[in-house]
């Protein structure tokens, strides 16, 4: 067990809908990271937060968004969604910002039909 | 940019083998390396990491060197077990950005 719990488990839904996925990091961390595993692209970085604060930015779609907030728990939205959404979707905290050891949660299975 | 090339498999061996999984990568600057392990419906979890050229990186018998002159940090264990079957992911990180992830190698070890 990582400490970083991510709710729901798994998410059915259809195309053009919004949903949101949370994430708790372990108790002292202060930066989140939201990556997306899907089978054609693999696990790629979406975003990252410190602290409340965005600080960096992968291949994340502007249909995406995401925030952080003064508990540290963090949100990731989807909205208008494609079949090719359905992914794993992991949140990942660390210490801080450096080149500290992220730690995965289990996941997030959403589903898009 | 920075990317990471690994063999994806699937990878299959016998119990006690030995295991090699390689792991070139590309960055700019001087990247942090990483082995995560997947086991079937769960999270990733840091098996080992090296931070700076040379740097041999170990954990529950696995090893991996940080090669800067070939590029390399490439995956090995003595003697692999049945519970060593899951998918391992190289990574690096060459900024304060996230982790670049190679493929994934689907390792099936078989009793």
């Known amino acids: 067990d990582s400490g970083v719990t991510q709710t729901p488990k798994h998410l059915i839904t259809a195309t053009g809908q919004r949903v949101t996925l949370r994430c708790s990091p372990r108790?002292?961390?202060?930066?989140v990271y939201w990556y997306q595993q899907s089978l054609d692209q693999g696990l790629q970085f979406l975003i990252q937060?410190?602290?409340?604060?965005?600080?960096a930015k992968g291949n994340i779609l502007e249909r995406f968004s995401a925030q952080q907030f003064p508990d540290l728990h963090s949100e990731l939205n989807l909205s208008s969604l494609e079949l090719g959404d359905s992914a794993l979707y992991f949140c990942?905290?660390?210490?801080?910002?450096?080149?500290?050891?992220?730690?995965f949660g289990p996941g997030t299975r959403l589903t898009v039909t | 940019g920075d990317s990471v090339t690994q063999m994806e498999g699937p990878v299959t061996l016998s119990e006690e083998a030995f295991l090699t999984i390689n792991c070139t990568y590309t960055a700019t600057g001087y990247p942090s390396l990483f082995w995560y392990v997947q086991y079937p419906g769960e999270g990733l979890q840091l098996l080992l990491k090296a931070t700076k050229a040379d740097d041999k990186g170990s954990n529950k018998g696995f090893e991996a060197t940080y090669r800067k002159e070939t590029t390399s940090f490439h995956l090995e264990k003595g003697s692999v077990q049945v519970s060593d079957s899951a998918v391992y992911f190289c990574?690096?990180?060459?900024?304060?950005?996230?982790?670049?992830f190679g493929k994934g190698t689907h390792l099936i070890i078989q009793p």
């Open positions: 990574a690096l990180r060459a900024t304060a950005d996230g982790l670049t």
């Open positions: 937060y410190y602290n409340g604060e965005e600080r």
């Open positions: 990942a905290s660390s210490l801080g910002q450096g080149v500290y050891e992220q730690y």
């Open positions: 108790s002292g961390d202060l930066s």
